[in-house]
């Protein structure tokens, strides 16, 4: 692989005001720092509060203060004041220097394998024997660089907003230098459609593979503020551009990275009223206020106009950066806990997102209404395969390790399926109470499973043999059965039937193997014969079993038979999901149960249930 870091700072204005306050001599030695010591300390000096206060009584008797002077009108300053600022300096001028990355990352790996695409016309570089050199660039520095890189003859490029526009860093099939790109996002900047043209550098037509994107950020969550930032910029301009939210972030970021959603709004506010309460471990409601400077209290009830989200993540990074990380985790679960209930409840809105597989095939067309103008509304049926993305045994036994003591080896007692389950970070609920959440590791898919349905599911501890063995044995059924899936897009002219297909607004583009486009709504299995049967189009769209069952099992409630009335929905009985028949005929109840059916008496009422190993048998013969 080869490395492609984008950034936006390359410190060369720093550099020139630190080469111009020197004189011969210091030129002749070298010795230049390019951190921000010099802003910060700068800034200490002459912004650090010193001045000595007094208070006094205004007209109307209230207390107020105010800088304190000599009898000759000078400032008083505050001895104590005066040493912890000078303290500070002394200490913050002691450590080591920063760094700019650009200049550290030549340092590590030298200029022979480090190809930089910039802007500026001369860099510092450090020799092995600790000294600095200055050395001037020409404008075609920079497209030398590139063509050693793209040689294969440099490992390593850097290039900035100056390098973004018009150049090709991918892994051209016409190009010596064919290694896979991994692309380092260091610094996104503030620009959002500067930071999608830099990620367009190393994703092209005419490539032997695609890049692999790597967002960088540190473990400071105060850091969340800049990410959310850009997030929310790039959501945006993929609306604008091409109506599609994914395409702007290029599915860099996660829901939850964008803090102004509304979802992380209403987490906020939830925030509130938990630490008003006192129910937050990270912090009082008493210490908050003080640090902050935020005022939300108002006798003694939380104030209406609570601080918008933007203040609140401000004044956050004030504070020391283990209570940042506190506060930040509690208010990341209550977020991440709407998240999730919005997709369990099918109301989460992901934008327009596209279908990715491996080969996709369109099984039938057929038009659902046509307009006086010619405007044409079709179903589509599609299958899509993909392949499982496989992950090894020493992957998943590496990830085992890393987890320490904490991981545990699962095997789901109906399934016989097995998965790695490992402690993520836990999600409030609406008391404040932490809720412990898993992150299941199985072969193709992650999902994040709270305790509470761990619990009262059928997922079993086994020891670590076991599930060595039962892991690789399906990697390999999984590397022999590609996944296929079946289901139905309506497109064309959606607004005269948008109101007949649902309330879960699935929007999705999809490209055939064929190369045709198309954009559409997402129309449930179980939901399709009732749209048909709405439209008034009589030739319906005939089912399977097992599509029928998996839609059930998905929460939607499927019509088996609709003369007789039978129906198909899943249902918690006694902590555990079920399959359950509604609408039978009790004289029926025989035939039900010789195709494994059983009943149960629940609230002295007569109940059927089928379990899901006969399921897909028994409606098959039942529908017919």
Not at 84 to 98: F, K, N, Q, S, V
Not at 113 to 140: H, I, Y
Not at 275 to 293: M, N, P, Y
Request: with cysteine.
């Amino acid at each position: 692989m080869s490395a492609v870091i984008q950034l936006v700072s390359t410190s060369e204005a720093l550099l020139d005001r630190r080469l111009a306050s020197l004189d011969d001599d210091d030129r002749a030695e070298l010795s230049i720092d390019l951190s921000p010591k010099e802003a910060m300390l700068s800034y200490l000096q002459h912004a650090f509060p010193t001045r000595a206060m007094e208070s006094f009584f205004d007209d109307d008797g209230n207390e107020r203060s105010r800088p304190r002077s000599d009898p000759d009108g000078n400032p008083v300053h505050c001895p104590e004041a005066l040493r912890m600022r000078d303290d500070m300096i002394e200490l913050l001028g002691a450590l080591p220097p920063i760094v700019p990355a650009l200049d550290a990352i030549i340092t590590r790996f030298g200029v022979d394998a480090v190809a930089e695409v910039t802007g500026r016309t001369r860099r510092l570089l450090r020799m092995p024997d600790g000294s600095q050199k200055l050395q001037s660039r020409s404008a075609s520095s920079g497209i030398a660089d590139a063509n050693l890189f793209m040689a294969g003859r440099k490992r390593v490029l850097v290039f900035s907003d100056a390098g973004g526009t018009g150049r090709s860093y991918h892994a051209s099939l016409a190009a010596p230098n064919q290694q896979r790109r991994v692309h380092f996002l260091l610094e996104p900047g503030w620009r959002a459609d500067k930071a999608i043209q830099g990620l367009g550098r190393t994703n092209r037509t005419h490539q032997a593979s695609a890049p692999i994107f790597r967002p960088v950020t540190t473990d400071c969550r105060g850091e969340r503020r800049f990410i959310s930032t850009i997030a929310r910029r790039l959501d945006a301009l993929g609306a604008l551009t091409r109506g599609q939210r994914q395409t702007g972030g290029q599915n860099l970021f996660d829901a939850a990275d964008n803090l102004e959603s509304c979802y992380a709004q209403e987490a906020l506010l939830k925030w509130y009223r938990l630490l008003h309460a006192g129910k937050l471990t990270s912090t009082t409601f008493a210490t908050f206020c003080t640090r902050t400077g935020l005022k939300l209290e108002h006798e003694g009830g939380l104030i209406e106009q609570l601080p918008p989200i933007q203040r609140w993540l401000n004044r956050i990074l004030a504070l020391p950066i283990v209570l940042q990380n506190a506060i930040f985790d509690e208010f990341l679960g209550l977020v991440e806990a709407r998240i999730e209930a919005a997709k369990k409840a099918g109301t989460f809105d992901a934008g327009v997102e596209t279908v990715v597989a491996d080969r996709l095939t369109i099984v039938e067309e057929r038009d659902l209404f046509r307009d006086k103008g010619g405007a044409t509304t079709q179903l589509l049926t599609l299958e899509a395969q993909w392949a499982v993305r496989i992950t090894s045994l020493a992957e998943i036994t590496a990830r085992r390790e890393r987890a320490g003591g904490r991981a545990r080896a699962m095997r789901n007692g109906k399934s016989g399926k097995v998965a790695l389950f490992v402690p993520d970070r836990p999600w409030l609920d609406e008391d404040g109470h932490p809720v412990p959440v898993w992150k299941a590791h199985r072969q193709g898919r992650t999902m994040l499973v709270p305790q509470n349905d761990l619990d009262e599911s059928h997922w079993e501890d086994i020891d670590p043999d076991t599930f060595g063995t039962l892991w690789q044995a399906e990697a390999e059924q999984a590397a022999a059965h590609p996944h296929t899936e079946r289901f139905f897009l309506a497109t064309g002219r959606l607004l005269p039937i948008w109101n007949l297909l649902g309330d879960e607004a699935q929007v999705r583009r999809v490209v055939t193997q064929e190369g045709r486009s198309f954009l559409g709504r997402i129309v449930p299995t179980d939901a399709v014969n009732a749209l048909l049967t709405k439209l008034g189009i009589t030739d319906q769209i005939a089912l399977s079993a097992d599509e029928l069952v998996r839609a059930a099992l998905g929460g939607k409630v499927v019509s088996i038979h609709a003369a007789r009335g039978l129906s198909l929905k899943r249902s918690r009985v006694n902590g555990e999901q079920r399959l359950e028949v509604v609408g039978f005929d009790p004289r029926g109840l025989a035939s039900w149960k010789a195709r494994g059916a059983y009943t149960e008496v629940i609230q002295f009422q007569t109940r059927l249930f089928l379990p899901v190993a006969v399921a897909t048998q028994a409606i098959a013969e039942m529908a017919a």
